[in-house]
């Protein structure tokens, strides 16, 4: 079997087990969430599978952050310095925070993780992450279908700010998408929401403001079956310093065993450092937490012995 041949088959492969998610979970999170631009049920003809295909891959084209350094390249082949496994590496994923963008969030992660080797991507969503979180998540997914077709990957790694570390567990949990996800790398997550007001005056309407409170309807049906599933591997940068998702301890991660889960205080990862806050998507310690967790099995960190070579 070539090679053009093998990537045709996986993503066929694909597109049959995203109608039959499809099918499985008609609506979630308060009746309105449902299973957005699945692909094929595999019952058309060739012809129809590749259009299919392209479709997906031109709303993900249409999603995408423009102006960031080294993401979005769809025709991107990883060849990454550490090899994780046999397999390929997984395209990595960017997810932003609230009130921002891709180009804005991640214009020091992106060339990090370009510069390693690895096909990088970021989507702008919810207009500037202000939209209902549902209606968000929907868009992510709708990312994550266009970057599989493209790149023939059977998974991809989730990297999120903020608001952009919550919405990957919607993806793996609700929306029962756990089998694309390899990595979740959540950088000071709105896990439980937050008790900080948030505001911006760029933003007078902000959904997902409200969505954010912690005693929203949103986070109590999210958070409703424990805070991971089995599958993808998850490590969560946080400070304690936090003063935007507060109380920042709420970022955690709570069930999983030590191979699956690791909550990575920076305060402890980087010794001697007490001048961090929410800004952890500006830090190069940061980043090299996420390389570590990207480029290996299992999360970053399972034996509590990384520590980040830029603190």
Same mark, same amino acid.
């Given at each position: 079997?070539?090679?053009?041949?093998?990537?045709?088959?996986?993503?066929?492969?694909?597109?049959?087990?995203?109608?039959?998610?499809?099918?499985?979970?008609?609506?979630?999170?308060?009746?309105?969430?449902?299973?957005?631009?699945?692909?094929?049920?595999?019952?058309?003809?060739?012809?129809?599978?590749?259009?299919?295909?392209?479709?997906?891959?031109?709303?993900?084209?249409?999603?995408?952050?423009?102006?960031?350094?080294?993401?979005?390249?769809?025709?991107?082949?990883?060849?990454?310095?550490?090899?994780?496994?046999?397999?390929?590496?997984?395209?990595?994923? %960017?997810?932003?925070?609230?009130?921002?963008?891709?180009?804005?969030?991640?214009?020091?992660?992106?060339?990090?993780?370009?510069?390693?080797?690895?096909?990088?991507?970021?989507?702008?969503?919810?207009?500037?992450?202000?939209?209902?979180?549902?209606?968000?998540?929907?868009?992510?997914?709708?990312?994550?279908?266009?970057?599989?077709?493209?790149?023939?990957?059977?998974?991809?790694?989730?990297?999120?700010?903020?608001?952009?570390?919550?919405?990957?567990?919607?993806?793996?949990?609700?929306?029962?998408?756990?089998?694309?996800?390899?990595?979740?790398?959540?950088?000071?997550?709105?896990?439980?929401?937050?008790?900080?007001?948030?505001?911006?005056?760029?933003?007078?309407?902000?959904?997902?403001?409200?969505?954010?409170?912690?005693?929203?309807?949103?986070?109590?049906?999210?958070?409703?079956?424990?805070?991971?599933?089995?599958?993808?591997?998850?490590?969560?940068?946080?400070?304690?310093?936090?003063?935007?998702?507060?109380?920042?301890?709420?970022?955690? %991660?709570?069930?999983?065993?030590?191979?699956?889960?690791?909550?990575?205080?920076?305060?402890?990862?980087?010794?001697?450092?007490?001048?961090?806050?929410?800004?952890?998507?500006?830090?190069?310690?940061?980043?090299?937490?996420?390389?570590?967790?990207?480029?290996?099995?299992?999360?970053?960190?399972?034996?509590?012995?990384?520590?980040?070579?830029?603190?």
């Amino acid at each position: 079997m070539s090679t053009k041949e093998y990537h045709l088959a996986r993503r066929r492969g694909r597109a049959l087990r995203a109608g039959l998610i499809a099918a499985a979970a008609a609506a979630v999170l308060g009746g309105g969430l449902t299973v957005a631009n699945a692909g094929s049920s595999g019952a058309g003809s060739s012809g129809e599978e590749g259009a299919a295909e392209q479709g997906a891959v031109a709303a993900a084209h249409a999603l995408a952050s423009p102006d960031l350094e080294g993401a979005n390249d769809f025709e991107c082949v990883a060849s990454p310095a550490i090899q994780e496994d046999a397999d390929d590496p997984e395209p990595v994923i %960017l997810v932003h925070d609230t009130f921002r963008d891709g180009a804005s969030n991640f214009a020091v992660l992106a060339p990090e993780l370009t510069g390693a080797g690895l096909c990088v991507f970021a989507l702008d969503y919810g207009g500037n992450g202000t939209a209902p979180l549902a209606d968000s998540a929907a868009q992510l997914q709708t990312f994550v279908a266009g970057v599989l077709e493209a790149t023939g990957a059977p998974k991809v790694d989730l990297v999120g700010h903020g608001q952009g570390g919550l919405l990957p567990r919607v993806l793996v949990g609700p929306l029962g998408l756990a089998e694309q996800v390899d990595d979740i790398v959540a950088i000071a997550p709105a896990t439980r929401g937050t008790d900080t007001p948030l505001e911006d005056p760029d933003f007078a309407e902000c959904a997902a403001c409200a969505d954010l409170a912690p005693d929203s309807e949103f986070l109590a049906q999210l958070n409703a079956n424990g805070d991971v599933v089995p599958g993808p591997a998850y490590t969560v940068p946080w400070s304690i310093a936090d003063d935007v998702i507060t109380p920042p301890d709420s970022q955690t %991660l709570k069930g999983g065993e030590p191979e699956q889960v690791n909550n990575e205080r920076m305060e402890f990862a980087c010794l001697g450092r007490l001048d961090f806050n929410h800004a952890l998507d500006q830090e190069l310690a940061v980043a090299d937490i996420v390389l570590s967790a990207v480029q290996r099995e299992g999360p970053s960190d399972p034996g509590l012995a990384f520590r980040p070579a830029r603190c």
